[in-house]
């Protein structure tokens, strides 16, 4: 099993090297009573909570803190000893391990490191390891622009020059076979009332349609925990920067007044104080632009007709002339495996956590 195996390695690896102005630590958590773990990078840690710059599903980060009393498994996949161990007299060794953290890509810097350890291999040895690596660096590629740049290098470097290795395989549309159109729109009102600030009623929704339950049947882009951390106000203490007053409990008259009815003193009669938490700042914080971004996207998929593929008439395919008046044309990168990412593949001797020459 992929987790069990993530855990087992894990107990082998060393605490991973920090350099603040270089580079952080990635890390796998996985929270109990739930299977897919969060991915980011450790910002900091203490007896109590793990901070972590959590990666969202459309490449974004954002901040996050997990207790530590309800972390299953931490795990860092990447052994920092080992790289230090690595030689480029040997540059077989570095293939090797990229290959071993490839398979723990769901780890940012497993991803990463190894993306770097390929591109140091095929650098090191084009004509032995030089093929074989670029392919294993396309299934790593961080977004669609590097995956094209990959191929294109593996089909240079294939002695058959495959075109197979152009093609990019587009996923299917994210839209669930297990649900029916009402079934979908069901769910969807949670989500469209958060996009509508509407956050109590989107909670409520929830609750209702069992969202929690369902919405990995709906999407894979969006998950329960972040949808409800945005639906959460950000002072627990009160609604709206107000609060019960501690004095009267609500009631807006002094304690034993009697038929008199003495305003409270506390509150002055009505029945609430500032919050003393927050003191009265509380405010509906805006909706995070990518989950904005990703409802929408969830909505415009459940559409009647969505989807069916739509003909792009000619006339709104952009042509080369207009763009190339338009100045609209930037430098072309040259494609060499030195150019293939952003990391120098010179560089190739890992020391007190970095990478250098």
């Known amino acids: 099993m992929l987790r069990a195996r993530h855990f087992a390695l894990a107990t082998l690896a060393v605490v991973v090297w920090c350099n603040a102005a270089d580079r952080v630590a990635a890390v796998l958590i996985y929270v109990r009573g739930n299977d897919q773990p969060i991915r980011g990078y450790l910002l900091r840690e203490n007896e109590h909570v793990v901070v972590v710059q959590e990666l969202l599903p459309d490449g974004t980060t954002t901040e996050r803190t997990v207790p530590r009393s309800q972390i299953e498994d931490l795990i860092r996949s990447v052994d920092p000893e080992r790289l230090a161990a690595l030689d480029p007299a040997r540059p077989e060794a570095y293939r090797e391990y990229a290959e071993e953290l490839a398979e723990k890509r769901k ?206 008439p000619p006339a709104a395919r952009p042509g080369w002339s207009p763009t190339a008046r338009q100045g609209r044309l930037a430098p072309v990168r040259e494609l060499a495996v030195e150019s293939l990412t952003e990391f120098n593949p010179r560089h190739n001797r890992f020391r007190d956590g970095t990478w250098v020459e």
């Open 107 to 312: 780890d940012p810097e497993a991803q990463v490191t190894a993306i770097r350890l390929y591109q140091i291999a095929a650098a090191l040895d084009p004509e032995r390891l030089g093929p074989s690596c670029l392919l294993g660096m396309i299934p790593l590629a961080r977004d669609e622009a590097e995956q094209r740049r990959f191929r294109a290098m593996a089909y240079l470097s294939d002695p058959r020059h495959d075109p197979k290795l152009l093609q990019i395989a587009r996923p299917p549309a994210a839209r669930s076979t297990q649900l029916d159109p009402a079934q979908a729109e069901f769910l969807l009102k949670a989500l469209r009332a958060l996009r509508q600030g509407r956050r109590r009623d989107a909670l409520a929704q929830a609750r209702r349609s069992k969202l929690e339950e369902r919405l990995p049947l709906l999407t894979d882009t969006i998950t329960y925990d972040e949808f409800e951390r945005a639906c959460e106000a950000p002072c627990a203490a009160c609604a709206r920067g107000r609060q019960t007053c501690p004095t009267c409990g609500g009631a807006r008259v002094a304690a034993g007044s009697g038929t008199t009815r003495v305003p409270c003193p506390t509150c002055g009669g009505r029945g609430e104080t500032v919050c003393a938490a927050c003191g009265g700042n509380f405010k509906a914080p805006p909706l995070d632009d990518s989950l904005r971004r990703r409802i929408v996207q969830l909505e415009w998929l459940w559409l009647p007709g969505a989807d069916e593929p739509a003909e792009q």
